[in-house]
């Protein structure tokens, strides 16, 4: 018989509710399982930590999102952010949904190429392309929003020499009462300069303009400020046609929306305040249907939605190092899973789940990863049971950015998996070790030999 794990008395303040002898029952119920596979067989087969990724929660989603706009407008075109999580099979399964491809780096481009997307289905965004880079997407047709003058000048002084014209559209950034305002990318609604910007395009006579674009921020809690987004793009559209008679093709309406997590210092959990996908779809939709632009003349709404249709895919899975008391009495756990494996963790307050029973206890504590580093800090406050050196968690909500803007650091980066709608997993990347952490490194040969 298994020997019954001690816990120390904990005097607990109860609260309204219906408690049972310890009191109240904690809002935890332990993740065994992920999609019909166990979390300790994952751990055992893949190694601690590892990243799993739900691809049946990935389809889902984002038919939840596509439905929640179809039906409120008749021409709907999402674009994956390459960016928020560019593993090869993640961007195929969002492509094999109908979703075209954002990128914003010449490295993503690439891949979204070799991934298989039409390049005239490949938006290209960002400040940073090279005249390489721009080459490559006039030639192939691709969709390039514009973000800057100098951008601007450069596509112009390539018409005359590559013989095509590009395709494009510009990013505009505006007041949306949004706090802080994003004016570093595109050219401003609100001083006239993205006005400017499409004069300077349509008497060019070179480039095909075909589109606007606004990403007017991240994780934006108010759909009201895509409506705002959306009366001033639309404005711009109805001037140009009236100018030019020109009427542009779509509307790209960014990335931004919230997925639900829960922000650091938010006093409602995110769950509870994260606009659903339909009230987005309501404020983009009717600020285009009851605008100026005639009907005949209706564009593409574009969506480059990335966060909110991977987060609640993703989960990073790990191992409990030790428990220990700081110097003020304070209970902290070391888990296997540091910030350079969940940069999120800098702006969020992730669920940790433990992955086996516990009882109704908890005690606060503080959640450190790994890493011989002060701020390696996964949660500086979670009420959590005990959990005791082997146990496992789960760490929910993680699909967004973690696997981007991860960094190798004093640990090897680990595993992922994907598991399919057929709860077959899949290794979609494998985990580092010494050979291709050092496959690029080059040593000067008169330091090859060391002393002994």
């Known amino acids: 018989m298994e020997k019954k794990r001690f816990e120390r008395p904990i005097i607990t303040k109860l609260n309204t509710g219906m408690p049972n002898k310890i009191g109240l029952k904690t809002e935890y119920q332990p993740i065994r399982s992920i999609d019909g596979v166990a979390v300790k067989e994952l751990i055992e087969n893949y190694g601690s930590p590892v990243y799993v990724i739900s691809e049946n929660t990935m389809r889902s989603v984002y038919r939840q999102a596509y439905q929640a706009f179809s039906t409120r407008y008749p021409k709907i075109q999402f674009a994956w952010s390459y960016k928020t999580n560019y ?44 005249i390489e880079d721009l080459e490559k997407a006039i030639r192939n047709k691709s969709l390039i929003h514009i973000d800057h003058f100098d951008e601007l000048y450069t596509i112009i002084g390539l018409c005359d020499r590559i013989k095509e014209r590009p395709q494009v559209a510009i990013r505009v950034n505006m007041d949306t009462g949004i706090y802080p305002q994003w004016t570093r990318f595109g050219f401003n609604y609100d001083n006239g300069e993205a006005w400017d910007a499409i004069n300077r395009i349509m008497i060019s006579g070179k480039i095909d303009f075909i589109g606007l674009h606004a990403h007017i921020g991240t994780y934006i809690m108010s759909a009201n400020a895509y409506r705002i987004a959306g009366n001033k793009l639309a404005d711009l559209a109805v001037r140009t046609k009236a100018k030019y008679g020109k009427a542009v093709s779509y509307i790209d309406f960014g990335g931004g929306f919230a997925s639900k997590n829960t922000l650091k210092g938010a006093y409602l959990p995110g769950t509870d305040t994260t606009p659903s996908f339909d009230e987005y779809a309501d404020a983009i939709t009717s600020s285009i249907i009851n605008s100026e632009i005639k009907p005949e003349d209706m564009p593409t709404i574009v969506l480059e939605t990335g966060r909110a249709l991977i987060d609640d895919a993703g989960y990073i899975l790990g191992t409990v190092l030790a428990n220990k008391r700081m110097a003020d009495g304070t209970k902290t756990l070391i888990i296997d899973v540091g910030v350079n494996m ?9 669920k940790i789940t433990p992955a086996q029973d516990f009882s109704h206890h908890t005690e606060s504590a503080k959640i450190y990863g790994p890493l011989c580093m002060n701020i390696d800090v996964i949660r500086e406050y979670a009420d959590l049971p005990p959990l005791k050196k082997g146990d496992q968690f789960v760490i929910s909500r993680i699909g967004a950015y973690n696997m981007t803007q991860w960094m190798q650091f004093i640990t090897y980066r680990p595993k992922i998996v994907m598991i399919d709608q057929q709860s077959k997993v899949h290794v979609i990347r494998n985990n580092e070790n010494l050979d291709t952490i050092t496959q690029l490194e080059k040593v000067p040969e008169h330091l090859k030999s060391i002393k002994k």
């Open 342 to 350: 969940l940069f999120t963790s800098f702006w969020y307050d992730h």
């Open 87 to 130: 593993m090869d099979a993640v961007c195929k399964v969002y492509h094999q949904e109908g979703s075209w491809a954002e990128v914003v780096s010449g490295f993503e481009y690439d891949k979204a190429v070799r991934n298989g997307v039409p390049t005239e289905h490949i938006i290209f965004n960002g400040p940073d392309k090279s």
